[in-house]
């Protein structure tokens, strides 16, 4: 492995030839792992013929028998395809990162400075209705309310999408959050939409968590409002419960709404998704976009489950940390 023949080596002491070099150690803890634990385990770097330093993975025991000399047992398995794999899917990780970072700084900054000129084409567009409207004929007035609508849909899709960058860009420090007050204060916020359409909330066992406090008001607010607006025509129930279960607490938000077809229940995670039409149901789509995001960014899952015509459980897992 080295680059040695057996004539070379014949003869000469084993320190001349296995000249180490340490990745994340050294030669005296070596030396102290191996008088102490009687075994060594590690990667370190031989040095070759050609001068050149060959990664390999080094498995050292000792044995100790009465009236005998010390005796070691060692293997030494070349592991430099290992390390290429290695440094290239660390590079690759690296530019990911890069990209990634990139790209939310670009989503964030376009979508803001996006905001005043459309802030403007809605401005005017609302200024000519207003002057104009009864003064043209019927077509100028379908592309007045064309131009209208279109501007404040537009409006929202890039205030969403500015919603969706922020959930990591101005992430808070994770603290205790209890989840009986965050619903407390999302059943406040949307009790217009709740008296409106009947909608009955119940709730059972919602724990304390370390988590991003508004990130969870967030969470249960796209999830109820979701309840809300795909309630059909029943009276709407939703009910809201935990469990803890092996390290982590599984959430879940129950309604007797319209329900998913199975082909969708993944798609619906997707940003700007929608499975219905804009005058069916408003709204971007984007709203279970930031929901997965912010669950994916404490480190948890989201998944639905949901009976077509019925009724849909949407499930989150937040990890239990200082329990």
């Not at 998944?303 to 940390?321: A, D, L």
Request: proline share 2%; net charge positive.
């Amino acid at each position: 492995m080295l680059g040695w023949t057996e004539e070379e080596v014949i003869g000469r002491h084993s320190g001349d030839l296995l000249q180490t070099r340490f990745e994340n150690s050294s030669r005296e803890d070596f030396c102290n792992k191996l008088l102490k634990d009687g075994h060594y385990l590690g990667d370190l770097y031989y040095l070759c013929k050609d001068k050149t330093y060959l990664p390999v993975e080094v498995n050292v025991k000792k044995s100790d028998q009465k009236g005998k000399k010390t005796s070691i047992l060692a293997s030494i398995h070349d592991i430099s395809k290992r390390k290429q794999r290695d440094e290239k899917l660390k590079r690759t990780v690296d530019e990911l990162k890069r990209s990634n970072k990139e790209l939310k700084r670009f989503a964030y900054v376009s979508s803001h400075d996006l905001q005043e000129p459309l802030r403007m084409v809605t401005l005017y567009s609302q200024l000519l209705e207003k002057r104009y409207k009864n003064s043209l004929d019927n077509d100028a007035n379908d592309f007045i309310n064309y131009i209208v609508e279109n501007a404040k849909r537009m409006k929202q899709l890039i205030e969403d999408l500015l919603e969706y960058s922020k959930v990591t860009n101005d992430a808070k420090k994770f603290g205790n959050v209890d989840l009986e007050k965050v619903v407390d204060i999302v059943i406040s916020n949307l009790s217009i939409p709740i008296t409106g359409n009947n909608v009955n909330i119940t709730r059972k066992n919602l724990p304390t968590i370390f988590a991003d406090e508004n990130q969870m008001l967030q969470v249960f607010q796209n999830l109820i409002t979701n309840a809300i607006k795909f309630k059909g025509k029943k009276h709407s129930e939703i009910h809201i419960s935990a469990k803890k279960e092996e390290g982590k607490w599984i959430f879940a938000i129950k309604d007797n709404g319209i329900g998913i077809k199975p082909d969708y229940v993944d798609q619906i995670f997707e940003v700007f998704k929608r499975l219905h039409t804009k005058e069916e149901y408003p709204g971007t789509g984007i709203g279970l976009s930031i929901v997965q995001k912010i669950i994916n960014h404490h480190g948890g899952r989201i998944w639905v489950e949901s009976e077509p015509g019925h009724e849909s459980t949407f499930y989150f897992t937040i990890p239990i940390i200082n329990d």
